[in-house]
């Protein structure tokens, strides 16, 4: 099992950037998929960005060009770097971890953080 703690969340105005960033304790996320999720109120929980063990990215469109993920194997850290930002991208967001291939779909991660509350004001 993995313990995931992300941070960086907060409150910015339309164009403005946060990096959030997950820290991983239990294991290493180079055995693992790990992906980015948001959830705004009274919305499903959303795909955002994943990256595997080897490197691999897949974003969701809406976020191409705007956000990007990064690893720090070091401090078992993998970072997303929220950048043009939208009052569409306003929602809580989580990172997760899966074993499985990669996959768009929450019900496929296994392990999961508290969630870091992104808010962008128009």
């Known amino acids: 099992q993995v313990q995931l703690v992300e941070s960086g969340g907060g409150l910015v105005q339309v164009g403005g950037s946060l990096r959030l960033s997950c820290v991983a304790s239990?294991?290493?996320?180079?055995?693992?998929?790990t992906g980015w999720f948001r959830q705004a109120p009274g919305k499903e929980r959303e795909f955002v960005v994943a990256?595997?063990?080897?490197?691999?990215?897949y974003y969701t469109d809406s976020v191409k060009g705007r956000f990007t993920i990064s690893t720090d194997n070091a401090k078992n850290t993998v970072y997303l770097q929220l950048n043009s930002l939208k009052p569409e991208d306003t929602a809580l967001y989580y990172c997760?971890?899966?074993?499985?291939?990669?996959?768009?779909?929450?019900?496929?991660?296994?392990?999961w953080g508290q969630g870091t509350q992104v808010t962008v004001s128009s």
């Open positions: 239990g294991r290493t996320f180079s055995r693992y998929i």
């Open positions: 997760a971890v899966s074993t499985s291939p990669y996959s768009t779909d929450w019900h496929s991660y296994s392990d």
């Open positions: 990256i595997s063990s080897s490197g691999d990215i």
